[in-house]
C-alpha cells in the first residue's frame, strides 16, 4: 500500500482571500469554498503521486448553481482554484445540489503535459458524478475513487475535508502486482482487475483510514493522525515536503497568455470590442489580476502575428 496526506494551510486561504478581496461577489458560499478545498487537496494528493511533468486539472460541472469548479496542480505543486456560481446556493447544499441537480454532472480530469509532441492532446478522463446505480454521489471522494478504478484499476481511499483555514487530504492506494508492468506504464492489467476488493491488508487499511473523520483531518497534526489510525501497521515514512519542494499558491496567467487569448477572437472581434468598449480588459478568476489592452495594444497583437496588412510607406 502508498499513502500520502496533504495540509494545504497558507495556499488555501492565499486562494479565499484572492477570492473575497478580488470578485465582485465576493467570498464562496461555505458549501462551494468546502467542495473546492476538498477538491484542491485531493488534485494536490493526485499530482504527487503520479509525479507527472505537467499540470493535473480537476473540474466539476453540471446543472446545479456551480456552473464549473476547477483546481490545477503543477508539476513542482504549485497551485490555484477557482469557482463559478451562477446561482443561489443553500446552506449545507450537498454535492449534487451544487452540481448534479438532474444527474448531469461530470467530473473530469486532465493531465496537460509541459512539453508536448506535435499533434499532442492532453489526456481526459471523464466520469459521472453517479455510481454503477445511477445513484448521485455526496462526497467528491466518492467520485475520485471511482475515477481511480476505472482509470488505473486500483483500489483507492480518499478522506477529504475542507474549511476557512485548511484543505486536507489522506489519501491509501493498493500498489499495482507486476511491478513490471508498472514501470512500463501499463497498470491496467487482468492480474490488477482481478485483485479489485478483494485484497485484505488493503481492506484492512482502507478500513481504518475510512474511520478518519472530518474533524480530525483539519485539526490534528499528520504524526497524531498516523499514530491513530496505523499504531499496529509498519510504516516507511517519506521526508515532508517543506520549503519550496511544498505545495504553494501560484497562478500562470500572463500578459502573454492574455494576448494569445485576444488573437484567438480574431481580428474583427477584438476590433469591435474596443470600439464598444474602448479597451479589452481581462480578469483572472484564478488570481485576481487584471489586464488591459488599449486600441494601440490590440493592434499591436495582430501586427506581430501577422494579421494585418503592411503599412503604407508614404509619409501622412
Not at 45 to 61: P, V
Not at 229 to 235: G, H, S, V
Amino acid at each position: 500500500m502508498r499513502g500520502a496526506l496533504v495540509r494545504l494551510t497558507d495556499a488555501w486561504t492565499e486562494i479565499l482571500r484572492r477570492r473575497s478581496s478580488g470578485s465582485p461577489d465576493g467570498a464562496y458560499p461555505l458549501p462551494v469554498q468546502n467542495m473546492l478545498g476538498e477538491m484542491v487537496a485531493a488534485a494536490t494528493l493526485m499530482q504527487s503521486s503520479i509525479k507527472f511533468n505537467g499540470s493535473l486539472i480537476l473540474q466539476i460541472f453540471g446543472d446545479g448553481p456551480v456552473k464549473l469548479a476547477v483546481a490545477e496542480v503543477q508539476a513542482d505543486l504549485g497551485l490555484r482554484a477557482t469557482a463559478t456560481v451562477i446561482g443561489e446556493v443553500t446552506a449545507g447544499a450537498s454535492l449534487s445540489t451544487l452540481v448534479n441537480v438532474h444527474n448531469q454532472g461530470k467530473c473530469a480530469i486532465t493531465l496537460d503535459p509541459k512539453t508536448r509532441f506535435p499533434g499532442q492532446q492532453p489526456y481526459q478522463g471523464v466520469v459521472p458524478l453517479f455510481d454503477d446505480r445511477r445513484e448521485k454521489l455526496e462526497k467528491l471522494s466518492e467520485v475520485l475513487e471511482h475515477y481511480m478504478l476505472q482509470s488505473e484499476q486500483l483500489d483507492t481511499t480518499l478522506v477529504l475535508a475542507a474549511d476557512d483555514k485548511v484543505a486536507a487530504g489522506l489519501l491509501i492506494q493498493r500498489l499495482p502486482l507486476q511491478g513490471t508492468g508498472n514501470l512500463a506504464g501499463r497498470l491496467v492489467s487482468q492480474a490488477n482487475e482481478d485483485e479489485i476488493g478483494l485484497n485484505e491488508h488493503y481492506n484492512r487499511i482502507a478500513m481504518l483510514a475510512s474511520s478518519l473523520k472530518r474533524e480530525e483531518l483539519l485539526t490534528l497534526d499528520v504524526e497524531t493522525i498516523l499514530r491513530r489510525l496505523f499504531w499496529e501497521e509498519t510504516l516507511i515514512r517519506f521526508e515532508p515536503m517543506a520549503g519550496d519542494t511544498a505545495p504553494r499558491f501560484a497562478c500562470t496567467c500572463s500578459r502573454e497568455r492574455v494576448s494569445n487569448m485576444i488573437l484567438g477572437l480574431g481580428l474583427e472581434e477584438a476590433q469591435s470590442i474596443v470600439a464598444e468598449r474602448g479597451d479589452i480588459e481581462v480578469g483572472c478568476d484564478f488570481c485576481g489580476a487584471h489586464y488591459r489592452f488599449d486600441p494601440v495594444d490590440v493592434a499591436q497583437i495582430f501586427r506581430v502575428a501577422g494579421d494585418l496588412p503592411p503599412s503604407s510607406t508614404a509619409v501622412q
